[in-house]
Nanobody, 121 residues
Framework: QVQLVESGGGLVQPGGSLKLSCAASGRIFSINDMGWYRQAPGKQRDMVARITTDGSTNYADSVKGRFTISRDNAKNTVYLQMNSLKPEDTAVYYC???????????????WGQGTQVTVSS
């Protein structure tokens, strides 16, 4: 099995910063794209940022210039540095990864359990 475990969420004031981490563990041959998604109450889950194995990134327009995604391939970990946080960034943040479990496996999509980020004064 493959597990994605997020950490780093919490309560922060508007204008503040948080850094989320997501570590993948288990039977892993390789990891392709990794990303962060978020879901606010009553809304659909939306992409926040994604990163390829060679470091190419893609961001939602609402977070460009404020959030930075990065990854450490040696640690199978993806990060999301969030600066200048706004109340509308409040959501549950989910980690996502495309994982090959063996050389012969196709890529399967895995999700973390989610971490709450609340931006409020």
């Amino acid at each position: 099995q493959v597990q994605l475990v997020e950490s780093g969420g919490g309560l922060v004031q508007p204008g503040g910063s948080l850094k989320l981490s997501c570590a993948a563990s288990g039977r892993i041959f390789s990891i392709n794209d990794m990303g962060w998604y978020r879901q606010a109450p009553g809304k659909q889950r939306d992409m926040v940022a994604r990163i390829t194995t060679d470091g190419s990134t893609n961001y939602a327009d609402s977070v460009k210039g404020r959030f930075t995604i990065s990854r450490d391939n040696a640690k199978n970990t993806v990060y999301l540095q969030m600066n200048s946080l706004k109340p509308e960034d409040t959501a549950v943040y989910y980690c996502n990864a495309g994982v090959r479990r063996t050389y012969f496996s196709s890529t399967s999509n895995y999700w973390g359990q989610g971490t709450q980020v609340t931006v409020s004064s």
